[in-house]
């Protein structure tokens, strides 16, 4: 047997790493941090939980300030988004109206919408979330229409009978308390923005925030970083 295949039998039989990622669909820097992790699925002995959350109750409960309401941040934002697109290859486009996105109409529905997904349908909720980017941070739709909401559902692969338990569930009180839960969960972990990370090691939980903590989150799972496309020489969308 070749080294490489005695190593992935290795790496194969050992146990796998549980990493929650808390994440909202108005975030740019969430979906860098969410195709990252779905990309290194193949490549890390991870067990990826994905979990949609309020990024406004994780804001209010932490006492944060968004970045984009900072003003000298703000011009950076711009920047280094459209340089972050580049190098993680996710198609980000500035919507017109950010602020109407994230602090006017906001994620409750569409984070809803996932939370109803990730319950009934849990195997279309990557697909769905990417979906919900796309729509918003690619092509300027807005993600709180129940058009939107129904296009991303079936292009995520849900059928028109599911797409219609989904709707229907959405705003009931299970699905709003476990996006409640989600959201307080984060924060129990120390949340304070997204995405967060949490990776589960030795019984332990350990926090990481945003999408340019990968090397050190490989570090501590004892993993290897092969920067954000690994084993590919191009992710497409």
Known sequence: MRVAAVRAAVHAAKEKVKIDLYYDVVSPYAWLGFETLNRYKAHWNINLHLKPVLLTG???AAGTIAPAMKPNRAPYLVK???RSAAYFNVPINFP????ELMFVKGSLIPSRFL???GLLHPAHLEAASRQLWLAAWSRDEDITSPEVLAAAGLAAGLTPESLAEVKEQMGQPAIKQLLKAHTDEAVGYGAFGVPTIVAHVGGKPALFFGSDRFPILAQEI???WMG???GVGSAKL
């Open 96 to 99: 017109s109206d950010v602020f």
């Open 228 to 230: 954000p496309e690994p």
């Open 80 to 82: 280094d988004l459209h």
């Open 115 to 117: 939370t109803a997904i």
């Open 58 to 60: 994780i804001g209010k």
């Open 222 to 224: 004892n993993e290897t």
